[in-house]
């Protein structure tokens, strides 16, 4: 089992509707979890940190943690086409950083 | 605010051979992590420095080294190239083990 799990995708959604991602992970001593946006031939640009259980809104983007069932989701709202990226999850158990493969996200005009 | 430098960008190596890749951290920003990023997956942890000391350390072999210096910036070694060393290498800087700011990284061919 993979430390870090998203759905690959593709998602595609419509301009102006609600983008959800989701992301599973393994250990229940995680403690940090992150959302990045890496565009195509780019690094990884951090969107949201998240540390305890419930909802953290920043803009468009919310972040939500449910530690008790392991989970971490990043909510876009509004989505424009400028948000077309792939959207890695990460958590931090130990002191080792993990992340997904990332969930591939299309906002179609 | 000086974000995170890596150089060089790119760089094509034969097996065997030996590559020495840089990073300089984020001002304020004492951690230094290095990522192994394949096509279509995601970054893969080598290892962390903290303090010029390696603390934390993924599964990759004893042939990915590395090293922080006083300033804070680092150098990620790989000795014995293999064909699937053929990844983007990223660095990435904190301070301590908080968010983590990534620099545009450099891509590695190994022919």
């Known amino acids: 089992q993979k430390e870090v799990e998203q759905n690959s995708g593709p998602l595609s959604v419509p301009e102006g509707a609600i983008a959800s991602l989701n992301c599973t992970y393994s250990d229940r001593v995680s403690q940090s979890f992150f959302w990045y946006r890496q565009y195509s031939g780019k690094s990884p640009e951090l969107i949201m940190s998240i540390y305890s259980n419930g909802d953290k809104e920043d803009g468009r983007f919310t972040a939500q943690l449910n530690k008790a069932s392991q989970y971490v989701s990043l909510l876009i709202r509004d989505s424009q086409p400028s948000d077309s990226a792939t959207y890695l999850c990460?958590?931090?158990?130990?002191?080792?950083?993990?992340f997904g493969t990332g969930t591939s996200l299309t906002v179609i005009p | 605010e000086t974000g995170v430098t890596q150089s060089p960008t790119h760089l094509i190596k034969t097996r065997g051979q030996q590559v020495t890749l840089r990073c300089s951290s984020q001002?304020?920003?004492?951690?230094v992590s290095w990522y192994q990023q394949a096509l279509g997956q995601g970054p893969q942890f080598i290892f962390q420095?903290?303090?010029?000391?390696?603390?934390g350390r993924g599964n990759f072999p004893p042939r990915f080294s590395g090293l922080q210096f006083p300033n804070y910036s680092s150098e990620l070694n790989v000795n014995a190239l293999e064909l699937d060393d053929s990844a983007l290498y990223l660095c990435?800087?904190?301070?301590?083990?908080?968010?983590?700011?990534f620099g545009p990284g450099t891509r590695l061919t190994v022919l």
């Open positions: 420095y903290y303090r010029e000391e390696e603390n």
């Open positions: 990460a958590v931090i158990t130990g002191n080792q950083f993990y």
């Open positions: 001002s304020g920003h004492n951690t």
């Open positions: 990435a800087s904190s301070r301590t083990y908080n968010e983590q700011f």
